[in-house]
């Protein structure tokens, strides 16, 4: 049997990487009529996706050390925030200029969701469970291109685009309070890593 708190655990890290997973794979399906409504090429929106993926790079080599200084539910927490931005601008954007924003709300979304939540799953749980935890939590991750983008796109048939990304958002929502009330928290006090701790860090590799 899982104890509830166990359970409670799982299902936030589940829903928040399947959240933070949906952020890179549902706009593209909707760039041709996002080019239309905002009067853009489909290319010029796509360099929103190219930007959020090579920023969010850089950000999860710098949230790796950060979350073993400040713990894991404060980084996933604040990466769930930002993926609740990511989705309002998406939806509610009046040109394509304020999408511009999208692109460093979403690669932190990106770097600080989907690494810290498989990290959590790794350790949370003792020996087995912490990899059934961690295959569950990567699961999540393609559910969200089986089931989340297919599931994102009728809404955009049925209404509209910005209706699709509003209507996540408010998921996103629900997604957060899950994580607050769900994720364990950190016995560490706060102190933010130096430079030389953070390159330090990666010595391993």
Excluded: E, N
């Excluded at 655990?9 to 933070?20: D, K, P």
């Excluded at 796509?46 to 999860?60: D, E």
């Excluded at 931005?85 to 998406?90: K, N």
């Excluded at 935890?133 to 048939?157: E, F, Q």
Aim: some cysteine; aromatic content about 8%.
């Amino acid at each position: 049997s899982v104890h509830p708190s166990d359970l409670r655990v799982l299902i936030a890290l589940c829903s928040g990487t399947f959240l933070a997973s949906l952020i890179t794979l549902a706009p593209p399906p909707f760039f041709p009529a996002m080019a239309r409504d905002l009067h853009v090429g489909v290319p010029v929106l796509g360099q929103i996706m190219t930007a959020m993926l090579l920023l969010s790079a850089p950000l999860g080599l710098l949230f790796g050390p950060l979350s073993d200084s400040m713990g894991y539910r404060r980084l996933i927490l604040a990466g769930l925030g930002t993926a609740l931005a990511t989705l309002l601008i998406f939806g509610l954007a009046p040109a394509f200029q304020v999408l511009i924003l999208a692109s460093v709300t979403g690669a932190v979304t990106t770097a600080a969701v989907p690494g810290p939540s498989l990290a959590l799953a790794g350790t949370y749980f003792p020996g087995l469970a912490g990899q059934r935890a961690v295959s569950y939590v990567s699961g999540t991750a393609a559910l969200a291109a089986i089931v989340g983008v297919p599931g994102l796109a009728a809404i955009g048939v049925v209404a509209s685009w910005r209706v699709a990304y509003v209507t996540v958002a408010g998921a996103a929502v629900v997604a957060c309070i899950i994580a607050f009330l769900g994720l364990p928290h950190s016995r560490k006090a706060y102190v933010p890593p130096g430079v030389a701790a953070t390159i330090a860090s990666y010595g391993p590799l």
